[in-house]
């Protein structure tokens, strides 16, 4: 079974997707769409301002059921498993909207004569469009942090012979802390790199301290601190509000929400 306050944490900052201007100019473009070329059978039952509000209704209610599925999702299944996300998420989609897009076609049968298809054909409509709208977001290069398998050798991951590439940083570090980088935290004109060897401070701007850890995969979790990938071993999460990145050395990073989008792209979040 999900945790409550995990699942309630997640699909708090989906939501915030759900709300946004890019989110509602697409459903806008939508319901344009579905207006103008009525489909499933929606031109020629229903009249024109019947069949917009049918639509609105219906897009609206879509995207806020689709990103409290894909919120559910990440819960059961977590984003390293492309596959296995999209195939829950579309068959969790089916199983709950199609319902929910029939009882809304009862509602504008009995109030204004309008037809609707029967269940089972929207069963098959919903499960169509539902594989297409999470395989071209899969796709679609910066929207979800993974790839398939098959597409992407090691979706996410750094190619072996960049990670081998040692970051220039390491040349400033002494031979007691020289080691894997986990990460970089910047205090007054100074930062504190943490390896897997120990802790060292350098008067060193933080931006160019990251800049020196190329090509090492990392993020900015906060306007002080700087990540790399691999150290990240756990989540903590107080609410929706308060993240914290937890390293293999037992560091918590704070995320504020400034760098939250990025580390959820990345799929760390």
């Known amino acids: 079974m999900p945790d409550h306050k995990e699942f309630k944490s997640i699909l708090s900052e989906n939501m915030t997707h759900a709300f946004s201007r890019a989110t509602a100019l697409v459903c806008m473009v939508a319901i344009a769409i579905a207006v103008i070329g009525g489909p499933f059978g929606t031109f020629e039952t229903m009249t024109t301002p019947l069949r917009t509000l049918f639509w609105i209704v219906i897009i609206s209610v879509s995207v806020l059921i689709g990103y409290s599925v894909r919120a559910l999702t990440m819960v059961l299944v977590g984003q390293d498993k492309p596959l296995a996300f999209d195939v829950t998420a579309i068959l969790l989609m089916t199983l709950i909207f199609a319902p929910t897009v029939w009882l809304i076609g009862q509602v504008f049968d009995r109030a204004a004569g309008a037809t ?33 398998a098959f597409l992407s050798d090691e979706a996410g991951s750094l190619p072996a012979e960049a990670e081998q590439i040692e970051p220039r940083l390491m040349r400033r570090l002494s031979t007691e802390t020289q080691g894997t980088v986990l990460r970089l935290s910047g205090r007054d004109h100074h930062v504190e790199i943490a390896t897997d060897k120990g802790i060292q401070t350098l008067r060193l701007r933080l931006a160019d301290a990251i800049h020196e850890m190329e090509p090492i995969e990392g993020y900015c979790a906060h306007r ?20 914290w990145l937890i390293l293999k ?19 760390i979040l």
Request: aromatic residues 12%; proline residues 7%; without cysteine.
């Open 249 to 267: 050395n037992g560091d918590r990073v704070p995320v504020s929400r400034k760098y939250r989008a990025g580390l959820e792209h990345a799929g």
């Open 116 to 148: 609707v298809p029967p269940l089972n054909s929207i069963y098959l409509y919903v499960f169509v469009v539902s594989l297409g709208v999470f395989v071209v977001r899969r796709l679609t290069p910066g929207i979800e942090p993974y790839n398939y």
């Open 224 to 243: 002080s601190h700087w990540v790399a990938r691999t150290a990240v071993v756990d989540i903590e999460r107080d609410g929706s509000h308060k993240i």
